[in-house]
């Protein structure tokens, strides 16, 4: 192919430590021509008022952008080779109000028209997880019915909270309710902790939804589950949201609503990794949260999640 | 006087570590009967989706509470005897609704019209500075225009922020503009940095303000600014508005937007200690942010100086 | 039945970032009469001068509390519903005598009396494990011998440390040698790390309690060792006392004496749900050091092993 | 003036916490074309191989830019309005060797030969302080000798550090001897603490230097030290130096080598100020180590003080 | 002189973070003839059980030595050439027993009777406070009454603590009681913050201590408060005895009980300086607490003020 | 045995908290006579400046000792007994030169020919991961060609590093280039995450190492994996280098390459205690950054598998 594509600085240019931190170090693309070459990008929203505890995923991106900056090319366990198949780059953040959620959501799905119209995957670094909402919205004009794998603590489907009827904790039952997933091809995993009522999770279930609880997870490979995540997911299109407390607090301390007994490290990249061969249509990584993240290691995890994501896109080859 | 007191818990009853975390180790008030006896109530409101940078002042209140329990009950240098003198207690913090910036506005007004009904005088821990705006609303009703101590690294008197009217740096001209201030009697003290233009404190002064630059408090006491600001706010009701970032990060790190070059703790308590004999209905302290708190001295700063507040309400003896 | 039951503050109500924060926001009790209609009560234990290396656990109970708040009523996992099964409260704190450790045990013991006076089982949050000798007196008035599921790094029997017979690493020597322990219906999980000879969990075996080292726990389920502990202790009355430090620092780094390779948080919640049906007459969750946990994980995961403990009390309904 | 001036993002268009992070978000300038319209730019040196206690400083770049974003246009206190002034961009990093202290020497220098051929003021963020010595090395070739604005708790004119020639500690006697310096045109403000000899101030002073000890500056303004000042340094080409340990720790935590009793902020805002009017060739602000600095408040007055450069550079406006 | 006197260790021959840490980078005395030979000596107290709040003193001495490494050897302000006057050494810490502060107590001053035995002038790193009670003891058995220099936001005159005689807050009055102080030559320098009752300063000025309050010591030189104190201590023995909570939190945030509005650095470094001339017999730096020191300030400041302390003991030349 | 072993200093002796920090709590060896009585040593390695990202493992030893102090004498899994059997002291670090990577190599190489010289098998505390090359250039002088047991997230068989030979990802391949290594007998465990190419884990292969990469690691025990490793590197003389960057960031934050989805400290343990039998002639553990190591957990990791290599010497008695 003749096209050139964009490759990460390397370290042997510039060190790791230098320069402008955008993601894996691509170039940040500005320019709609540039734009419109991309066949996948890394998006930030810096939202955090979605949150129901602690706040803080405002300020996800840029650390998610700053701690990807050791990330190189090629995937040692997969073979992936993204940069050699697809041209990716980072086009910044959405500019989000800070001062209004329903704004936010507006300003989302608007920003996601332009990116779907641009034919470009987006890969998301979140910003809560009310963002999936409007990325949905966005992405179902052009897919129709999505699937969807979910990893998080949470399931996310409440009706409301304090009243309010899009929040951080019910992107997904607005989803469904708006039509926007295609409630049989959708699994949640690590769901677990504590709920309102002993029923909380069975709305999920009562959509269709494949629901695993992290008790079904504990002291296992999750390879074997994602066989049957792909066979339940299929060949339509699908978005994969993952929720960084999804993931045990020992990992990913660093986010707003975490609960003990999650998924390991080793499990999130299980389950992307047995993500290869959907119609994956874009992904996200949501809720961290690095005013809680002492160590910088939710950051990086998010970063690395957002790689082995993008090595497992239709189209990137493998050697 | 024959009626009893609420005293704060002793360290040599129970341990300053130990119990339940109280502002001053008060009782935590919930009776209707009890709340009515109060003649000064500490009440928080943990709002934090008005800020614009750093958020997290939602758990301001709660630390706050925590780092207070080191303090006890006289004031060595003032003489000031707070307990003695007036029924004082906890009254908890306002439920507001964190996914609705305009709704928490409303709700904390509906919470101040109670606290002025039932004659208690707020001294409030903050959340973000949007709070204060519905807080005058609630005592305009009853005392007409209010003068104001302000002590602030800004102004916080923007048009608006990000398109929105009302937000943590637009509240005085908000509050201005509703006519709840007597302008005449308004003095801002500590502003600083940059500007959106060379013009932005103008607008204060024109309204009437006594506008002090950081500049104009370098390297001096304050106690004789106060015999002005005294002299300026007059005999008429008085609100102290005390946003923590006026303080210089050396002292106060743990808030959402710092600015170098600010006043020092000296400042900040001869400040307090000069409002002594004004007519004040009302003090608050705001955006303190524990996340970016790293010592808790942010918190214990902001307790001693609800705590100097309370030394210098009316009525309050000194020994 | 007919009586009311006391309920956590939901999210809904209030946020869940907002107010005075008691254990799993349940009202704090404070009258005799409140008290009396207790089935159960979380109660601190700020105590830290027992420890050998680092202190901190003193904050132990304030920070529990602070991270409690997350935590929903329903157990997703088990169905537990403790909330619609037993009336628990938040008793507060034992006012120990931080200046001499000998004076804390005694008040310590008197206080317990009083709860088991009351009927109250006890769910206290430490505090170092010192504690435990004077609550294990107190029950021991009531319920005889007791049987034993002590989960720790360390096997708390030395003779004495530093020429002092009771500190934080002789709790269960004492407790047998004073008879307050059916030595035959004792486990010890989670041992491990160095001794002084390497005869130092021999004295344990030598009395009949079942050492389970560590390394026998590791990379399995510890589902089914519970088995074997629950048919160890069978029907007589059982104490659970968890050391934080039981778990591997990864997961509970904010502890005084931490041990590498231990327990996960998964292992501690097999254990502490594989305590269902035994005749629980107490826990306790021990050890717990703020200062060193600067993510505030060990708080999180302390306050959600009280509530699982909870959840496996007698008389707990599940759905 | 026609041409169009780079101007920062501002807050109404972008929140401050998104978007890449470049410096006082400014466009991140990368044509040839683009750079040589630049009459000042902002250029990180991410090096720490010259450090002789803690290092960390090669991240000092990139959380400057980060702290940097709060910055709004405008200087309230002295009126200058360098983007209405001045075309000023960020070009991003020095590629050094952080392998090899020598190499990356001759990097910087050849780095800054093509700053100064493209006729641009430079505004340097370090790294340690050996950079200084190239940057001048650069700036003397065009030039000439050199008068010195230097700001340190350490005179860093050590003949050799552990045996070798060029390290943070020997930046100026290096330079003297090299003859890139107008001795009797130096300044040093802010020395102290202790030395190998009691001597140790005195080879400046012998140079010609006028070394102002800390102890010089204590409780007071040093607004009257810049009359003179500026009186020493004359109208020849200047260079001022910032090295963030001359401040107090307090203000400055994060750095290699903090010493006690240092300038405040105010006195550092006080020099900088104070430079107004001087022939200003190149400025830099060295020694920022993020890992130490907590609360991020170092990073955030390393930038306030490189905007505050900026404003006094030849050329700026004042309103 | 012929003697061979100790010298720390030089940057150039080992880097200052290489190595063993000892104070100053001091031989550790270990044989008893060593010992014997020293004029001055550092040793450690590691005792934190005698605190009211938080805890963590015991890995005071630890950390102060850690962050001692970077103090040269000549004092650049005051000419102090201590290791070319004094033989001085690191002797260690005292093996306190951490589990009983009246038994510690009793460790320290047999301790210190040894020290005083050996001839050595004793520079003590704390610790909580009442550590200085069993110094004053060994050293009241040589000197007979005791001057003093006490700088401290607290008076610790407190008649019992939770019922204890001895504890943090009680040192001094125990002192006075026991006779071991020349009461008229006593000053005590930053007390401040609240009391128990508005009495709480009058016992120590009943006495006949100087006290000054830190609201005589705000926005001034302190260097004309100590020729008021040089004259009030006179010409008998003096011990130099520092909280360092009688800095302010900014400077020092590590510590047990801080209280805002405290000394600067600057200001203590004038009050160790101004004590140049007493017959100084013994000093001691207590209260630092490394777990709540995020930037490492606090011990920073210790060590030097240590130093500073050393540079004023009678017998130390000046350069 | 008529020998007298160094023994640590107990706990009951002198508090663990308390005294000067030598590893393990050994005595400090300075003198050639006690240094050729011993059979092992500890030995630190205080350099980072061949580290390609985050600097600080200078500070590695310093932390590690202080975090070495809980650690007692016996091992309780394996009955290892390490001081009944062996002499082992501290003989401190080497004086490095922080401002040149190729001297301080030859100054270690030669430091290491001493401690050959001295029949002292070397424990080594780094230090980044440069300085297994001349630790190995001087075993090689006395060995011959050695077997590797080396466990790393990467491979560090990188050709160069930004045009440098030698530096911390170069170690392996320079030491198989100079023929220092058995290449038949080389085992590297625990390599993942990206390559710059899809090769770059074949080099290794190529040279008959038996790479283990951390896939094949996930969900087991490695005891299996080390009957393997061991039949690999046979009898003869075989080092032990372990990059704590091995295992997974949860466990080990505090490095300067950290890499999701590695090994979990029971593996590591595994691997170390797998390594009995083999002739062992050295160990190292390097790459510990204390300033990224918020929880002290690193440093205490270091501690402990450093003690494990201890108890897998040869010589060392099991009870």
Redesign the interface.
């Known amino acids: 192919m003749s096209r050139t594509l964009h490759q990460p600085l390397?370290?042997?240019?510039?060190?790791?430590?230098?320069?402008?931190?955008?993601m894996l170090r691509l170039p940040?693309i500005q320019s709609t021509e540039q734009r419109r070459a991309l066949d996948a990008a890394f998006v930030?929203i810096?939202l955090?008022?979605?949150?129901?505890?602690?706040?803080?995923t405002?300020?996800g991106?840029?650390e998610i952008?700053?701690e990807s900056?050791?990330?190189?090319?090629?995937?040692?366990?997969t073979?992936a080779?993204p940069f050699d198949s697809l041209n990716v780059g980072?086009i910044?953040?959405?500019?989000?109000?800070?001062?209004?959620?329903l704004d936010s959501v507006r300003i989302i799905e608007e920003a996601y028209d332009r990116i779907v119209e641009d034919g470009i995957t987006p890969l998301t670094l979140g910003g809560d997880h009310t963002i999936t909402l409007p990325i949905l919205r966005a992405l179902n004009k052009k897919y129709g019915k999505i699937g969807l794998v979910h990893i998080d603590a949470h399931s996310d489907v409440n009706e409301?909270?304090?009243?309010?009827k899009?929040?951080h904790g019910t992107t997904f039952r607005c989803a469904a309710e708006e039509g926007l997933l295609d409630c049989d091809r959708v699994v949640q995993i690590g769901?677990?902790?504590?709920?309102?009522?002993?029923e909380?999770?069975n709305w999920s279930r009562k959509q269709g939804f494949r629901v695993v609880?992290?008790?079904e997870c504990?002291?296992?490979?999750l390879t074997p589950l994602m066989e049957e995540v792909r066979a339940k997911v299929g060949d339509g299109p699908v978005y994969l949201t993952f929720d960084i407390d999804g993931i045990?607090?020992?990992?990913a301390?660093?986010t707003g609503?975490?609960?003990?007994?999650g998924l390991t490290?080793?499990q999130a990249?299980e389950i992307i990794r047995g993500c290869h061969g959907l119609n994956l249509i874009g992904c996200d990584l949501v809720e961290v949260s690095p005013?809680?993240?002492?160590?910088?290691?939710t950051s990086?995890?998010g970063a690395?999640l957002l790689?082995e994501m993008l090595c497992v896109l239709p189209g990137v080859t493998r050697?």
Request: hydrophobic content about 35%; proline content about 8%.
């Open positions: 390397g370290g042997n240019e510039v060190p790791r430590f230098a320069g402008i931190a955008t940040h930030g810096p955090d008022i979605g949150t129901s505890l602690r706040p803080g405002r300020f991106p840029r952008r700053a900056v050791m990330i190189r090319p090629y995937n040692m366990a073979g080779a980072d910044g953040d959405v500019a989000i109000n800070t001062f209004d959620l409301h909270m304090f009243g309010v899009i929040a769901l677990r902790a504590q709920g309102y009522t002993s909380d999770f609880q992290a008790e504990w002291h296992k490979s045990d607090p020992a990992w301390p660093g609503t975490p609960e003990i007994g490290t080793i990249i005013a809680y993240d002492t160590s910088g290691n990086l995890l690395n790689y050697r």
